[in-house]
């Protein structure tokens, strides 16, 4: 028994191994692996004669075989190989048959006539009362898929598995019913629980998708609040680059000063570099013109910080400014906000007057950032120039550069 049970099996795992399409996903080597480990366990319990144990698992080994030769009837090709291998290992023609009606036992639907027929169909079936279940009912549903044979979507599947579990399947021996049917009752449970958590997001989505159709013509909010927010973050990235681009200006201007003042200002003391002040002069006057202006650009406009009452009730003050409430207190601020949300033009006037100010703020900055840089690049050629030219026409003929 031994010898014909490890040669059939080093047979099945080097035909499903070398011959089976990468397609099956489910029906391989490691499912009739599976299948032939519940058939072992089955025997173990029922205590069959020996050749029938034998006949049990060769039909276990050999049951899903077929599929190297064709997905379609594939039990009839699973026998060919069956009888093939075994009647060139001389084994009895009658067992041979046996074997094969053991095979086609596993057929969807067909019914059992006898303990070894039962525990087959018990084993093929095993995996429904693993706790692997969901694992690998998702390959068999990928399986069929990537074969062309059908395309179910997830809640397809998770329906025809129900009924399957509910109509369809279900275990014939003592054994399986004791040690397998509560996990089986366990993965339908999951499945169902699944289908009403799905059923609640679909009902959920089409309430939502309801809602949407209703007041998509009736309210137009959520693209002009895109539009504003679109709007309100490029003018505060502008302001952003507008104040990196004076901070750049600033520091430049303030090392070129901290080194004029370091190195040069100290030798112009002395009668051989007085031709040098002129220059020096002029460099330090554009540093210095364009430090202020890009003060001025970065500095920032602090309005009263109050309003009253009639303002709020006549709409004239921007309430999302905090230069229009910092100095008012909690409730009137709360008071106002609450007057601002009750009237949807009033919130678009304030958002608009923002936009509006925060524009005009960015043109003062832009305008004052323009003339900065051409302050600081004509600054920056005249001073060259005139030390150049100092040096020239002033300067010792053996002049040092300094």
């Known amino acids: 028994m031994a010898n014909i049970i490890q040669e ?16 099956f996903l489910y029906h391989n080597i490691r499912h009739t692996q599976r299948v032939v480990k519940s058939t072992q366990e089955l025997l173990d319990f029922y205590k069959l004669d020996v050749k029938e144990h034998e006949d049990l698992l060769l039909a276990a080994w ?8 064709s997905a379609k009837e594939h039990e009839e090709r699973s026998c060919d190989i069956a009888r093939e291998f075994l009647r060139e290992k001389s ?25 070894s027929e039962e525990i087959i169909r018990d084993a093929d079936g095993s995996h429904l009362g693993q706790e692997s279940y969901l694992e690998t009912t998702e390959m068999l549903r990928e399986e069929l898929s990537l074969l062309g044979l059908i395309d179910y979507s997830p809640a397809e599947w998770r329906d025809t598995n129900i009924r399957m579990f509910q109509t369809k399947h279900r275990f014939y ?33 089409k309430v939502k998708a309801q809602y949407k159709s209703e007041f998509k013509d009736k309210s137009p909010e959520r693209g002009v ?31 070129i000063i901290s080194l004029v003042l370091a190195d040069l200002m100290p030798k112009l003391d002395s009668p051989s570099n007085k031709y040098l002040i002129l220059p020096t002069a002029l460099f330090m006057f554009f540093s210095v013109i364009s430090m202020v202006l890009s003060i001025i650009a970065t500095r920032p406009n602090i309005t009263s ?12 003050v921007n309430l999302l400014f905090f230069g229009n ?15 601002l949300i009750k009237d949807q033009s009033y919130v678009y006037s304030s958002l608009t007057k923002d936009l509006y100010f925060l524009g005009l703020v960015l043109d003062r900055k832009y305008k004052l950032l323009r003339w900065t840089y051409a ?28």
């Open 8 to 23: 059939t099996e080093d047979y099945v795992i080097s035909l499903l191994t070398n011959e089976l399409s990468s397609s």
């Open 62 to 69: 050999f049951h899903d075989a077929g599929y190297t030769r």
């Open 91 to 115: 084994f009895d023609e009658k067992r041979i048959e046996n074997i094969c009606n053991l095979i086609l036992a596993t057929k969807k639907g067909y019914e059992p006539t006898s303990l």
């Open 173 to 205: 021996t003592d054994y399986a019913i004791k040690n397998w049917q509560e996990t089986k009752d366990d993965n339908l449970a999951k499945l169902i629980k699944a289908r009403k958590k799905m059923k609640k997001l679909v009902k959920k989505e």
């Open 225 to 255: 609040q895109t539009m504003y927010r679109v709007t309100m973050r490029n003018h505060l990235k502008l302001s952003d680059i507008a104040d990196t681009k004076a901070n750049i200006l600033l520091s430049v201007n303030a090392i």
């Open 305 to 316: 910080g109050q309003f009253t009452k009639e303002d709020v009730d006549n709409k004239k």
């Open 325 to 339: 409430f910092h100095k008012m207190k909690l409730e009137d601020y709360e008071w106002a906000m609450k007057e």
């Open 375 to 402: 302050i600081f690049m004509f600054g920056m050629i005249v001073s060259v120039l005139s030390f150049f030219l100092a040096l020239h026409f002033y300067g010792p003929r053996e002049a040092v550069i300094l």
